[in-house]
């Protein structure tokens, strides 16, 4: 009805504005002051629309014109200093960026959404930076109010992308990939991102199946490469270090496959399964305080009978080693045969038998006495079969009259080599001895 009535243009902006419809509120505040260059609500509702929308300098251009027709209005004057504070919050944004600090960028795209609420690119890079800080249901709760609004959005899509393939949901991940490059097939974040998710997963799996394959050095090599495609997914990650510290674990390369399930658990320390691997090497190389600590930690986190088991498991090792370790002083297997302790205990028994030692400096003699002693009560351990049983299963050897503290090494020696005058040493010269049997 009055199509060239500025007010009316400036009027419908304002109602626009109130519904948070910025963009179409945009085009009727510019109608407005074309209509009129004179009229300043016009100009401030543009400024506000553009300052809205995230533009900050064409903002800015508004609001000064606004003050150039009415130096004095408090609004104006406002909105120019917030449209600046923008520009600002955008420069350090940026800067932080390349420097991945994204928990500032974070902090500067919230306080520049303040004043830009319907911006759709500071949503973006705060989402995208909230994923790479492994703030995954927050990214994707951003993109997916960019999306309800805009389904077609190629950056929304992409960081919904991320956010699962930052996940380990690579397979999805790739869908939103390849689909936010169907509407923009130029989009290089879209276009790097899907194709390290698609090298991850092929690599993955070329592991997995080198590894049921038995192929432990090729799995390996697998492995390693896919690591080095992108040190930022640390869920992928620390499932590729784990299952490399599997195999090293089958190559019996034990402290590397340590190290492996350590790197695995600084990147996600809520991964079981790495401290379960981890746990199981430090029982095989009997670092067994720090078993105890992984299993510990996994039972506080799953209290399953299964994890209370290993636990137990490894708190018995753990006593155990505190013991004095007879089958290392007999030098032998832990499934050592009845024939191979008493092989073993012959060969120590007159290696450190005091009298083969009489000639050497009373040190020597006094290291050898206690050598000789500790091998008779590993002999008189092992060589019982009840006794035996309690000490490999950690009980208590003192219990049920077991004191160690009352056998005779000499009276087991003469018992193994058949009592009294069955057995002595003859020197044959300086420091030489030889065995005489009865």
């Known amino acids: 009805m009055c199509p060239k009535n500025a007010s009316y243009y400036g009027n419908r902006a304002a109602t626009l504005m109130m519904l948070g419809r910025f963009r179409e509120a945009l085009g009727d505040a510019q109608q407005s002051v074309r209509l ?36 004095k209005n408090a609004q104006a004057q406002q909105e120019f200093k917030n449209a600046n504070a923008v520009i600002e919050y955008e420069k350090i944004a940026e800067t932080d960026y390349e420097k991945r600090d994204f928990r500032k960028v974070v902090f500067c795209m919230d306080r520049a959404l303040e004043f830009a609420p319907a911006c759709h ?18 990214a994707q709760s951003v993109a997916s109010d960019i999306l309800r609004m805009d389904s077609t959005n190629a950056d929304a899509l992409y960081v919904r992308g991320l956010c699962l393939y930052y996940e380990d949901c690579i397979e999805k991940a790739v869908q939103f990939f390849v689909q936010a490059l169907r509407m923009a097939p130029d989009h290089e974040k879209a276009c790097v991102a899907c ?55 089958k190559l019996r390369k034990l402290d590397d496959a340590i190290e492996d399930c350590t790197n695995a658990v600084k990147l996600d320390d809520t991964y079981i399964k ?68 008493k092989k073993a205990y012959r060969k120590r028994a007159l290696m450190h038998h005091p009298d083969r030692h009489s ?80």
Do not use: W
Request: net charge neutral; hydrophobic share 30%.
């Open 36 to 71: 009129d260059d004179s009229f300043v609500r016009g100009h401030l509702r543009e400024g506000k629309c553009h300052l809205s929308l995230g533009n900050a300098m064409a903002a800015c251009r508004s609001f000064q014109r606004a003050l150039e027709l009415d130096h």
């Open 359 to 438: 000639g050497a400096s009373a040190e020597v003699q006094k290291e050898e006495e206690k050598k000789f002693k500790e091998v008779g009560e590993a002999f008189t351990i092992l060589s019982d079969p009840k006794k035996k049983t309690r000490y490999d299963s950690g009980q208590d050897l003192d219990e049920e009259g077991m004191n160690m503290g009352d056998f005779d090494a000499n009276n087991i020696f003469k018992a193994f080599f058949g009592g009294p005058g069955g057995f002595s040493f003859e020197a044959s010269g300086p420091g030489n001895f030889f065995f005489q049997f009865g």
């Open 195 to 249: 194709r390290n998710a698609k090298a991850l997963k092929a690599k993955k799996e070329d592991g997995n199946k080198a590894f049921k394959e038995g192929n432990y050095k090729l799995a390996y090599e697998l492995y390693t490469e896919a690591l080095g495609i992108d040190p930022n997914n640390i869920k992928t990650n620390a499932k590729l270090y784990c299952n490399r510290g599997t195999v090293n674990s």
């Open 121 to 138: 690119r500071f949503k973006i890079l705060k989402a995208e930076c909230l994923a790479m800080l492994g703030r995954y249901p927050e």
């Open 274 to 341: 790495a401290y379960l691997r981890r746990a199981q090497c430090y029982l095989d190389t009997e670092q067994y305080e720090e078993a105890v600590r992984d299993y510990e930690k996994v039972y506080q986190t799953e209290k399953t009978k299964e994890h209370k088991q290993l636990l137990k498991n490894a708190q018995l090792e753990l006593k155990k080693s505190k013991r004095k370790d007879y089958y290392k002083i007999l030098g032998v297997d832990k499934n050592a045969s009845e024939d191979e302790i």
